[in-house]
């Protein structure tokens, strides 16, 4: 069973960077998308970006469109979350997420998540 593994994470100061990656163990195979959700306390879990495995369609959350990009690596079967102009808002468990059965289909692989932290 492939599981998806994140990695980047940290304690950053407002305005600072991060670089999040999401790589998956065990046999994987291509992906229909990807993407990244986050989960603040007391929150529920929210959508953050996606990516489709051969168009390089992407897709953003307002909140973070103009700050985060997201793009992947079809030979590692990665994905990746660049987020720069951090916010103390955007502090959060950021997941990993896989669609393999097609662009439209729900996701049904993730992460165990990886813990972002924005000072003020």
């Known amino acids: 069973q492939v599981q998806l593994v994140e990695s980047g994470g940290g304690l950053v100061q407002a305005g600072g960077s991060l670089r999040l990656s999401c790589l998956p163990s065990?046999?994987?195979?291509?992906?229909?998308?990807m993407g990244w959700f986050r989960q603040a306390p007391g929150k529920e879990r929210e959508f953050v970006a996606t990516i489709t495995w051969g168009g390089v369609t992407t897709e953003y959350a307002a909140s973070v469109k103009g700050r985060f990009t997201i793009s992947r690596d079809n030979a590692k079967n990665a994905v990746y979350l660049q987020m720069n102009s951090l916010k103390p808002e955007d502090t959060a468990v950021y997941y990993c997420a896989a669609k393999s059965r097609g662009y439209y289909s729900a996701y049904d692989y993730w992460g165990q998540g990886t813990q972002v932290t924005v000072s003020s």
């Open positions: 065990g046999r994987a195979f291509g992906w229909a998308a």
